[in-house]
């Protein structure tokens, strides 16, 4: 056995130790009364105290004699002398409160210090004051225990070192990393904003099914139950957009909705199978007033955030001053693969020989535009770092896309692209029932012969189509990809609070 897996052994063992013990203070102090009180009533919280406090002067805050009662967990302890000193923590905040001997040793408090351990949840009262080393603190006047800790935490709140650790106990993840605790309290701020952006633009919040009966909206493979009562299957949905056109069927205008989808395929650091994202609908404007609302909600974003136009994210600085770059999903290519000309991408025997030199697997029914889509993201995706606007997809792989009036080819859609991820994808809405109900059935013939793909041809939103979709734009962003950007994250998980993570059990 070597010296490491001893170390653990014998740190499992004092963890084990500790938690008896622990256990053995819980019963005691219940056998003399304690019951998880939930009577104490915080007056002010440790951030407002910093706030307010940090910057008045010892003298001036003898003379105001400031009371507060604040309650938080306790992550160091000292004794010194004639006194003690508990750091508690609130969030990610931290303040220090001083306990005199005097406080200690009688009879009313013995027996709760000797009671507490790092991690307990205590109540404070006391008069705010600055100590010798001029640290702002709380003279403790009370103290009481209200919640009893029963694990030692990890590291002495040093931060847990284990990344996958980090993910499945995001609780201590939180506790003890001020920085993690920031990113959510960020990704909170950043929706709260999207969605004040998106009231302010007239748009109506909505809510459609999570779970429904056939997913549509996307090309992915949906998550499966089964609903007993009405014994049939049913899926998460991997997009809301069949049901939101649905609603500009029936009348509304401008619409948006923030929530979860779900789609059953591969996990990296930009994928997850539960994820964020917000569409939004507009009636009689095309894709390219959708690139308008794209270049204000970012722009806005990034001011309010991080209070500049230029943001670092990685090794690379990003300048979101406005108007960001486009072009055309083609010309991308070229500028980025010199050994490519116009010619290579316009027959298919030309781009097949194209994607076979660049190791790309391909499948028999491909035609030219899924090559192109292919091209794209193995040569070019990742190389986009400033805003960049991506457009003229082909029809083929734009299967809710109107066609543009001068080629019918190419798509009125853009893909919004900034440090190499995919933030935003947008397009003017096809609303010819005839020609979608026809889209529908060629993808069906293609999508069914791999029988793990199953293509679900979605007959109601024909017939919504059919009683007349006026002319309207639309496009889905992705927030969590948005977030990692604005505070500098290069795992999705990082962003998400409880990512899907692979049973232990499973693991190799």
Known sequence: MNYQEKKNISETKTK??????????????????????????????????????????????????????????????????????????????????????????????????????????????????????????????????????????PNKYHGLLDQETRYRKRYLDLISNKKIFTIFETRSNIISKIRSFMKKNKFLEVETPMIQTIPGGADARPFITHHNTLNMNMYLRISPELYLKRLIVGGFNRIFEINKNFRNEGISNRHSPEFTMMELYSCFDTYKEMMIIIEQLIKELVCKISKKKIITYGKNEINFKTPYKKISIKNAILKYNPNINSSDLESLSSIKKISKKLNIEMKEDWMIGKFIIEIFEKTVEKKIIQPTFITEYPIEVSLLARKKNSNKNIAERFEFFIAGYEIANGFSELNDAIDQKKRFKQQINKKNIDKSNIFFYDEDYIKALEYGLPPTAGLGLGIDRLIMLLTNQKNIRDVILFPILKNISEKK
């Open 16 to 153: 084990i130790d500790q938690k008896k013990i622990r256990r053995k203070k819980l019963d005691f102090i219940c056998s003399k009364g304690f019951n998880f009180p939930n009577k104490f009533k915080p007056t002010i919280s440790v951030k407002k105290i910093i706030e307010n406090y940090n910057n008045i002067e010892s003298v001036k805050l003898k003379e105001n004699n400031v009371a507060v009662k604040v309650a938080g967990r306790i992550i160091r302890q000292r004794f010194m002398g004639k006194a003690a000193f508990i750091v508690l923590k609130q969030g990610y905040m931290e303040i220090q409160i001083y306990i005199t001997q005097q406080i200690i040793l009688s009879n009313k408090y013995i027996d709760k210090f000797k009671d507490l351990d790092l991690g307990d949840i205590i109540g404070v009262k006391g008069i705010l004051f600055r100590t010798k080393t001029k640290e702002l603190s709380i003279y403790c006047k009370d103290i009481e225990l209200l919640t009893k800790s029963l694990r030692p935490f």
